[in-house]
Protein backbone atom coordinates (compact mmCIF):
# COMPACT_ATOMS: atom_id res chain seq x y z
CA UNK A 1 0.00 0.00 0.00
CA UNK A 2 1.65 3.12 -0.93
CA UNK A 3 1.35 6.01 1.53
CA UNK A 4 2.64 9.50 1.56
CA UNK A 5 3.15 11.20 4.71
CA UNK A 6 4.26 15.20 4.86
CA UNK A 7 5.85 17.00 7.56
CA UNK A 8 7.66 20.24 8.20
CA UNK A 9 4.58 22.68 7.92
CA UNK A 10 3.73 25.71 10.05
CA UNK A 11 3.48 29.44 10.81
CA UNK A 12 6.16 32.03 10.04
CA UNK A 13 6.37 35.45 9.40
CA UNK A 14 6.66 36.91 5.58
CA UNK A 15 10.53 36.30 4.50
CA UNK A 16 10.91 33.02 6.68
CA UNK A 17 11.62 30.01 5.51
CA UNK A 18 9.87 26.47 6.17
CA UNK A 19 11.28 23.06 4.78
CA UNK A 20 8.39 20.56 4.04
CA UNK A 21 9.36 16.92 3.78
CA UNK A 22 7.55 13.56 2.43
CA UNK A 23 8.32 10.56 3.45
CA UNK A 24 7.19 7.75 0.98
CA UNK A 25 6.37 4.30 0.60
CA UNK A 26 4.98 1.24 -1.12
CA UNK A 27 5.91 1.56 -4.60
CA UNK A 28 7.78 -1.31 -5.32
CA UNK A 29 10.36 -0.37 -7.65
CA UNK A 30 9.94 3.60 -6.34
CA UNK A 31 8.21 6.41 -7.60
CA UNK A 32 9.00 8.05 -10.86
CA UNK A 33 7.63 11.21 -10.96
CA UNK A 34 7.31 13.21 -7.46
CA UNK A 35 5.64 16.72 -6.58
CA UNK A 36 4.13 19.39 -4.64
CA UNK A 37 0.76 20.95 -4.91
CA UNK A 38 -1.42 23.29 -2.44
CA UNK A 39 -4.64 24.74 -2.06
CA UNK A 40 -4.98 27.76 -0.44
CA UNK A 41 -8.53 29.26 1.38
CA UNK A 42 -11.15 29.14 -2.00
CA UNK A 43 -8.73 28.31 -4.49
CA UNK A 44 -8.19 25.11 -6.65
CA UNK A 45 -5.18 22.95 -5.91
CA UNK A 46 -2.10 23.96 -7.83
CA UNK A 47 1.60 22.30 -8.83
CA UNK A 48 3.98 24.18 -6.42
CA UNK A 49 7.30 22.39 -7.84
CA UNK A 50 8.03 18.66 -9.12
CA UNK A 51 10.78 16.70 -9.93
CA UNK A 52 10.73 13.29 -12.60
CA UNK A 53 12.54 10.40 -11.51
CA UNK A 54 15.71 11.22 -14.09
CA UNK A 55 16.28 14.36 -12.40
CA UNK A 56 14.25 17.21 -14.06
CA UNK A 57 12.56 19.89 -12.14
CA UNK A 58 10.05 22.44 -12.54
CA UNK A 59 8.47 25.28 -10.45
CA UNK A 60 5.31 27.49 -10.65
CA UNK A 61 6.13 30.87 -11.83
CA UNK A 62 4.65 32.22 -8.46
CA UNK A 63 7.94 30.30 -6.47
CA UNK A 64 10.22 30.16 -8.83
CA UNK A 65 13.75 31.38 -7.19
CA UNK A 66 12.12 30.70 -4.06
CA UNK A 67 11.46 27.36 -3.19
CA UNK A 68 13.63 24.31 -4.08
CA UNK A 69 12.88 20.88 -4.44
CA UNK A 70 14.90 17.29 -3.94
CA UNK A 71 14.44 14.09 -3.72
CA UNK A 72 16.52 11.37 -2.08
CA UNK A 73 15.83 8.26 -3.58
CA UNK A 74 17.89 5.85 -1.43
CA UNK A 75 15.62 7.25 1.73
CA UNK A 76 12.20 7.43 -0.54
CA UNK A 77 11.99 11.20 0.81
CA UNK A 78 10.84 14.18 -0.93
CA UNK A 79 11.69 17.55 0.50
CA UNK A 80 10.43 21.28 -0.67
CA UNK A 81 12.96 24.59 0.97
CA UNK A 82 10.75 27.54 1.13
CA UNK A 83 12.58 30.38 1.41
CA UNK A 84 11.38 33.85 1.12
CA UNK A 85 7.48 32.96 2.08
CA UNK A 86 5.06 35.51 1.19
CA UNK A 87 1.62 35.78 2.72
CA UNK A 88 0.19 34.41 -0.40
CA UNK A 89 2.36 30.81 0.39
CA UNK A 90 -0.31 30.52 3.09
CA UNK A 91 -2.10 26.92 1.76
CA UNK A 92 -2.34 23.31 2.70
CA UNK A 93 0.71 21.47 0.72
CA UNK A 94 0.06 18.11 -0.52
CA UNK A 95 2.86 15.57 -1.48
CA UNK A 96 1.51 13.55 -4.29
CA UNK A 97 3.80 10.88 -6.34
CA UNK A 98 3.39 8.11 -9.69
CA UNK A 99 5.09 5.13 -10.07
CA UNK A 100 4.00 5.76 -13.77
CA UNK A 101 7.05 7.92 -16.41
CA UNK A 102 5.49 11.32 -16.91
CA UNK A 103 6.29 13.70 -19.44
CA UNK A 104 8.07 17.09 -18.01
CA UNK A 105 5.44 18.84 -19.93
CA UNK A 106 2.38 17.50 -17.52
CA UNK A 107 4.83 17.57 -14.29
CA UNK A 108 2.64 20.30 -12.95
CA UNK A 109 -0.77 19.23 -13.41
CA UNK A 110 -3.07 17.24 -10.39
CA UNK A 111 -3.80 14.55 -13.56
CA UNK A 112 -0.41 12.85 -12.97
CA UNK A 113 -0.16 11.89 -9.72
CA UNK A 114 -2.42 9.01 -8.68
CA UNK A 115 -1.16 8.76 -4.96
CA UNK A 116 -1.53 11.84 -2.47
CA UNK A 117 -0.40 12.61 1.37
CA UNK A 118 -2.78 14.34 3.21
CA UNK A 119 -1.47 17.96 3.67
CA UNK A 120 0.42 19.83 5.79
CA UNK A 121 -0.39 23.50 6.90
CA UNK A 122 1.62 26.44 5.78
CA UNK A 123 0.75 29.64 7.48
CA UNK A 124 2.35 33.26 6.65
CA UNK A 125 1.90 36.76 8.21
CA UNK A 126 2.53 39.52 7.32
Known amino acids: QVQLVESGGGSVQAGGSLRLSCAVS????????MGWFRQGPTKEREGVAA???????TYADSVKGRFTISRDNAKNTLDLQMNGLKPEDTAMYYC????????????????????WGQGTQVTVSS
Open 51 to 57: VAGYGYT
Open 96 to 115: AATAYVCSSDYLLQRAVYRN
Open 26 to 33: GYASGAYC
